[in-house]
């Protein structure tokens, strides 16, 4: 027997930044909301992952009153380098977009801020829930079941259910009469954590003939490289001086600029997709995040478009309650795919670019090239690229 159901205008599943992000949103209107999160809170807050910001998602955490720490440990970069034929190019994103720049602050920070706040506005969040189920979806009173912490069954009653539990997740496949666009890359990253001070003040990215290099950071003592490998590739079988030998090789340069090796301490693959569900919403259910769409991850887009579904979603919720209107819900899915849409097109190009992909021929490998000059010297072309980079506006 389920204990006594529990009963909140929205129930959030999943504790990342789409679902953290939007319980924020929601409860700046007055909108409670409870979030279901099956891995522990360290967990949550134990998983490193890059966090390059836009613009927009720092001016939201202001907002929000959550980017206190942001402004204090975050690394504000006003551009980023590209570097192939062994010559590095500046791209000056403060200058190209008006005064926009990137900033640096990991997603496990970003997800330690946002969860500690909620807690103290008297948030709801429950770690460590299991079997999550979903139901009545096309009623006005969908359901979410699931177990606690300790095992016991409880039920959760809501006005509207925000799938936001990233792309092994299952709330997507409740959304009927989707069509799930997806595309592979016949390559990966590995990706090495370093003991070691940054070699350079902003992101490195490389186009070599052996393959892509990205040098980034993670804190003035830890620095995040990545190698483009083999998509089934395995960490255990790059010896650390071969990785050094290949770091050095990929982002050596004419400048006579040096990278600073340090202790490895970690060393993971990442796979590489592009996938988009056109359709995010079924009944009351509307799925939010990396349950919805992937970005491979060159261009750092990922996090922020997860931000940006949220921010759509809490205005339709918004609207719903606050007016009485629905059509701001209706169109939901149409305002989310016409960024997603831009976003993939971003992420696919940076990541086409600037690999050595082996299926192609020597021809596409020349005008991957022409489009690397191209951006580099035509101020056109680096807007183009930097206004991406920094974040579109909000529709
Ligand atoms: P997630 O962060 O995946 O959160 C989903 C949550 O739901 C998880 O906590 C999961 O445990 C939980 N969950 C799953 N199933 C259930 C269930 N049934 N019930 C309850 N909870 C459930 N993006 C950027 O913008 N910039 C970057 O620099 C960047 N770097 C990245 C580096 C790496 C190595 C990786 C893997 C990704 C990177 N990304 C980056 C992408 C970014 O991390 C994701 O796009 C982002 O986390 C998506 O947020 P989300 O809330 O949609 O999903
Ligand atoms: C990082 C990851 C990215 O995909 C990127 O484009 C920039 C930085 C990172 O892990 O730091």
Redesign the pocket.
């Known amino acids: 027997m389920s204990a006594t159901p529990v009963r909140t205008p929205v129930g959030i599943?999943?504790?990342?930044?789409?679902?953290l992000f939007l319980a924020h949103l929601l409860h700046r209107q007055g909108i409670e909301s409870v979030v279901?999160?099956?891995?522990s809170r360290e967990e949550?807050e134990g998983t490193i992952?890059?966090?390059?910001l836009e613009q927009w998602t720092v001016d939201l955490m202001q907002d929000l009153g959550l980017g206190d720490r942001m402004r204090r440990e975050g690394h504000f970069h006003r551009g980023i380098t590209l570097r192939f034929n062994g010559e590095s190019w500046h791209l000056d994103f403060e200058d190209l977009t008006g005064g926009k720049r990137v900033t640096v602050y990991p997603?496990h920070e970003v997800l330690r801020d946002l969860i500690a706040a909620r807690l103290a506005n008297g948030g709801e969040i429950r770690f460590g829930?299991q079997d999550?189920q979903l139901h009545g979806l096309t009623t006005d009173r969908p359901r979410i079941t699931y177990r606690n912490g300790d095992g016991e069954p409880e039920e959760l009653h809501c006005d509207f259910i925000a799938g936001?539990?990233?792309?092994?997740?299952?709330s997507r496949q409740h959304v009927e009469g989707r069509t799930e666009y997806q595309h592979l890359y016949p390559f990966g990253w590995l990706?090495i954590l370093v003991e070691a001070p940054p070699s350079h003040h902003e992101l490195i990215y490389a186009r070599h003939g052996r393959g892509f290099a990205l040098l980034s950071t993670r804190s003035p003592d830890i620095q995040r490289m990545y190698l483009q490998c083999g998509p089934t590739d395995n960490a255990a079988d790059f010896p650390d001086d071969l990785i050094w030998s290949e770091l050095h090789r990929r982002l050596e340069t004419v400048d006579g600029w040096t990278l600073t090796e340090g202790r490895i301490f970690q060393k993971n693959v990442?796979g590489m997709r592009s996938f988009v569900c056109d359709r995010m919403q079924h009944g009351r259910l509307y799925i939010?995040?990396?349950?919805a769409h992937i970005v491979p991850?060159t261009g750092?887009?990922?996090?922020?478009?997860?931000v940006a579904d949220a921010v759509y979603l809490a205005r339709g919720l918004e609207d719903f309650y606050g007016r009485g209107r629905r059509d701001r819900l209706e169109q939901y899915t149409a305002t989310c795919l016409r960024r997603i849409w831009k976003a993939e097109r971003f992420s696919w190009y940076m990541t086409t670019m600037l690999h050595t992909n082996p299926a192609e021929d020597p021809f596409e490998q020349r005008i991957h090239l022409a489009d690397l000059d191209y951006v580099v010297h035509s101020r056109a072309a680096a807007t183009a690229l930097a206004e991406n980079y920094v974040g579109l506006p909000l529709d």
């Open positions: 599943v999943g504790a990342g930044p789409a679902g279901l999160e099956t891995r949550v992952r890059a966090g390059v997603q829930v999550v936001c539990d990233g792309s092994q997740g299952t990706g990442i939010a995040g990396d349950a991850p750092a887009k990922g996090l922020n478009l997860a």
